[in-house]
């Protein structure tokens, strides 16, 4: 069975957010093994400078890589990845599989996004979309799409 990790930097604070990821986690447990690695923000003033915004992008990227110990396909979701169809990432984790691969660890990083060194260690760069989404919202989102892509790739009906 496929492991699925999602590393990410910050924990869910809006009940709603934690509702939702709680039932495609529920879902997602026939298709297979899911971890929820969440690693914690550094922590910014209310309007913090350039320089402030670097170090703490560099600190949560150190954190990332650290968390990173499994072998696996690592897919670093940033705003200059490439956008997939839900099918076509259906196809990519069943490539993925094919290859002998035994996990997929997608990488979220926080709300200024993710350091060079964390996108170098990716083996793919995912883009959600080219519009801005709360940062909390990108868990959901991509659970659900996780979810839908063994719907596709299993025939299922969720996906229409």
Do not use: W
């Not at 957010?17 to 969440?38: D, H, M």
């Not at 990173?68 to 396909?73: D, L, S």
């Not at 926080?110 to 909390?136: I, N």
């Amino acid at each position: 069975m496929l492991t699925i990790t999602i590393i990410c930097i910050g924990k869910l604070k809006e009940k709603y957010l934690q509702v939702a990821c709680e039932e495609y986690s529920k879902r997602l447990k026939i298709f297979c093994k899911l971890n929820i690695i969440e690693l914690s923000e550094y922590k910014l003033p209310n309007t913090p400078n350039p320089a402030q915004i670097e170090k703490a992008i560099q600190k949560e990227g150190e954190a990332i890589l650290a968390a990173c110990k499994a072998k696996g396909y690592y897919i670093a979701l940033c705003i200059e990845g490439k956008q997939l169809s839900s099918e076509q990432l259906a196809k990519q984790f069943s490539q993925v599989s094919l290859e002998g691969m035994s996990e997929i660890i997608l990488i979220i990083g926080g709300s200024y996004g993710l350091s060079e060194a964390v996108k170098q260690k990716a083996d793919f760069k995912l883009s959600m979309s080219l519009m801005t989404f709360p940062h909390q919202l990108a868990r959901v989102m991509l659970l659900e799409q996780v979810y839908r892509a063994f719907q596709i790739s299993s025939n299922g009906k969720y996906h229409k």
